[in-house]
């Protein structure tokens, strides 16, 4: 079946401007994570839906960061007036039920802000 | 505060020659844990994992890996690595928090280059 899909694939922004990234997880995943990987580091993690919990949120950097998920289905994370610290690759991952089962990775927004 | 540490960033090895990359995390409770991959311009992916039973898991592309509770650790190896295991490895751990909403806890990740 399809995997998890991002879009765009590439966004380049002016500093300062808003930017919205899709997330479509795998159908039936009610897990979701979005997660922010800088060149040469690791995964940072931002926010995990999770069926109808509230969402964690622990992991977004400023309240620049939101994001919101219709369901169990796509997600959107927005980032405002973006800083040139924000370009990094955005990932969003989907599983089955929680972080328990296999995560499968989307294969990113690359977001550049100029 | 919880977390995962990777001891090495940065392994060069040439073909045939084996391989271990460590992990070490810190919490004192039931966990779950993972290695992903990301082959250069793919996804990540899932290599192993360890729930329970056997500490020693096997995992795809000839990889394993042992659970030791007592060191907080979950090394990755495999005895003869191949040009095509060039790629970044990532260790996660399944923590359970308070609120019994369990989240990932990644590595920095090690960059595994092999020359043939």
Do not use: M
């Amino acid at each position: 079946g399809a995997g998890v899909s991002q879009s765009p694939s590439n966004k380049v922004t002016e500093k300062g401007k808003d930017v919205e990234l899709r997330c479509d997880p795998i159908s039936g995943h009610t897990a979701l994570y979005w997660y922010r990987q800088r060149l040469g580091q690791g995964l940072e993690f931002l926010i995990y839906f999770q069926g109808n919990s509230a969402p964690d949120k622990s992991g977004l950097p400023s309240d620049r960061f939101s994001a919101e998920r219709t369901g169990e289905s796509v997600s959107t994370l927005t980032i405002q007036r973006t800083q040139q610290e924000d370009s990094a690759v955005y990932l969003c991952a989907s599983s089955l039920f929680q972080a328990s089962y296999e995560q499968y990775f989307g294969p990113g927004t690359r977001l550049t802000v100029t | 505060a919880q977390s995962v540490s990777q001891h090495n960033h940065h392994v060069i090895l040439s073909e045939a020659a084996s391989l271990e990359l460590g992990c070490n995390y810190s919490y004192g409770g039931t966990v779950n844990l993972f290695w992903y991959v990301q082959y250069p311009g793919q996804h990540l992916q899932l290599l192993l994992k360890y729930f329970s039973g056997d500490p020693l898991v096997k995992g795809i592309k000839g990889f394993e890996a042992e659970f030791i509770k007592s060191k907080f650790s979950f090394n990755l190896r495999k005895p003869s690595v191949q040009w095509s295991d060039t790629a970044e490895y990532f260790c996660a751990v399944n923590i359970v928090n308070a609120g019994n909403n369990r989240k990932l806890i990644w590595g920095l990740g090690t960059s595994l280059a092999v020359n043939p």
